[in-house]
């Protein structure tokens, strides 16, 4: 009977697991919009897009290597923020979220 039990346990963990399906679609590549400023061109090799989770929403997240890159991005990214678009700043490597 302890084997039956197990092996019915051990497939249901193993069907469940195979149900998993990715919340996000992560691009290693900003595949923002052409309309974007020019001066954001470079960037996109150091970023990463991210879509998802359920309606089509689309995140950016970029990586600057110095602070005097950041400044110089900084304007063109304020110029694309919406009212309910926030910008997140994070220290460190990527993100998890």
């Known amino acids: ?10 497939t249901a963990i193993l069907a469940a697991a195979c149900v998993v399906q990715a ?9 923002w919009p052409a309309t974007w400023p020019k001066e954001l061109e ?7 897009t991210l879509r ?18 950041f400044e ?11 009212n309910k678009a926030p910008i997140f700043l994070e220290r460190g490597p990527y993100s998890t979220r």
């Open 23 to 31: 919340v996000y679609i992560v691009d290693d590549r900003g595949n």
């Open 42 to 48: 470079p960037l996109r090799t150091q970023a990463r």
């Open 72 to 82: 110089a991005a900084w304007p063109h990214l304020l110029s694309l923020k919406s």
């Open 52 to 69: 998802g989770p359920q309606l089509e929403e689309m995140a950016y997240e970029i990586r600057f290597n110095d602070r005097a890159g």
């Open 1 to 10: 009977m302890n084997r039956i039990s197990f092996a019915l346990a051990a």
